[in-house]
């Protein structure tokens, strides 16, 4: 096993329902250290950016919508390979699918609204990471 780090969010539909603490318990119950963490409010230019790679998919107007209906709370996520410990801990996209006890089958209310991302790659986690935090934000 590699230590790492990796991206993740706590989506808008998450925030508005105090539900921040408990996603976070999870994760560092699940072996993970937030490492930097922030509460913002995306603007809209923000969210189309980050999510460019879903710009052709009809989703995606949808998609920079709900990412900027409210706060998000942006973090970085480090430990044992990290990037698949939080892809486990967050469970399927598709919470109907997800397997229990994970985010998103406690936690998501739809496909949509699915409380929480997390990058899929070591490159994808090393762009998101840069994309929201400079390496003096991180203290690990």
């Known amino acids: 096993m590699a230590l790492e ?12 329902r105090n539900l921040t603490g408990k996603i ?6 699940g072996g993970l250290r937030v490492v930097a963490s922030r509460r913002i409010h ?3 230019r923000q969210a189309e950016a980050f999510y460019a790679v ?3 998919r009809p989703f995606f107007g949808e ?12 973090q970085v ?5 990290a990037i698949a410990r ?11 699918k997800a397997a229990p006890g994970t985010i998103r089958a406690e936690f998501a209310e739809s496909i949509g609204e699915n409380s929480v991302h997390g990058s ?6 090393k762009e998101e990471i840069a994309y929201f935090f400079a390496g003096s934000d991180i203290v690990g």
């Open 24 to 29: 976070v318990a999870k994760l560092e119950e």
């Open 63 to 74: 998609l920079v919508d709900f990412m900027v209906s409210g706060p998000v709370v942006v």
């Open 77 to 81: 996520l480090e430990g044992e390979d």
């Open 42 to 44: 995306m603007a809209r």
């Open 120 to 125: 899929d790659g070591p490159e994808t986690a």
């Open 54 to 56: 879903h710009k052709e």
């Open 5 to 16: 780090r990796t991206f993740s969010i706590i989506k808008p539909d998450a925030t508005r």
């Open 86 to 96: 939080n892809r486990e801990i967050m469970g399927a996209t598709d919470p109907k």
